[in-house]
């Protein structure tokens, strides 16, 4: 099914429930969309009054077991959570969650085995490759469905990724402004953020390709 007429059509996802959710970094209103496609559930945890507002702060983020759960010193996914929750906490917006996306959507079994060829000296794309999977297999047209069930005219996008940043605007949601995420770079991750940059589109700052 053609991505563009997915995002086009309201019925794909629906929504199945809402709380609010005492976390950490605050309290949030937690919706919970169901894609109709692939009965994959996502959450938007929504902080302040969204529906109908132009710049709206958002980041669309990528499930990482190893990294959102586990704190990985493999990849920077934990700590990009918790500043966007901090950033969202602050000043209102909505965090998108989307589930499905394990190891840029490969899952959290070849994900693993990806992490054992790049010991072996491969990086994060080239293990990909190596295991026969595309590069990075994610799409965002959950996240741009999601967002027009808030109604939101325009948003500041939390994110690195300038793929990212083309995609969700070819699914009609306007990005005003992207905002960068400053990593905690470590001796662990640091050659996996420098291919990111290198060779994923990304804008790291403090990294070089």
Not at 25 to 44: M, N, P, R, T, Y
Not at 53 to 77: A, Q, Y
Not at 92 to 101: E, S
Request: glycine residues 8%; hydrophobic residues 40%.
């Amino acid at each position: 099914m053609d991505i563009m007429t997915i995002s086009n059509n309201r019925e794909a996802i629906s929504k199945i429930s809402q709380a609010k959710v005492p976390t950490s970094w605050g309290d949030f209103i937690c919706h919970v969309f169901q894609s109709k496609i692939d009965a994959i559930e996502h959450l938007a945890f929504v902080k302040g009054d969204v529906e109908n507002n132009e710049n709206v702060l958002v980041r669309i983020h990528s499930e990482c077991i190893t990294g959102d759960i586990f704190h990985s010193r493999k990849c920077d996914c934990g700590d990009q959570l918790g500043r966007a929750m901090d950033a969202i906490a602050k000043d209102g917006g909505i965090f998108i969650y989307l589930r499905g996306h394990e190891g840029r959507g490969i899952g959290i079994g070849a994900k693993i085995k990806a992490y054992s060829l790049q010991e072996q000296g491969l990086d994060t794309v080239q293990a990909n490759e190596e295991l026969g999977f595309p590069v990075d297999d994610r799409n965002y047209e959950i996240a741009a469905l999601i967002l027009q069930e808030f109604k939101v005219g325009s948003i500041e996008l939390i994110t690195n990724n300038m793929n990212k940043v083309e995609e969700v605007e070819s699914f009609g949601i306007k990005v005003a402004k992207r905002i960068s995420l400053i990593p905690n770079i470590t001796n662990e991750n640091l050659s996996y953020l420098k291919t990111k940059n290198a060779k994923l589109g990304h804008l790291i700052e403090g990294v070089d390709s």
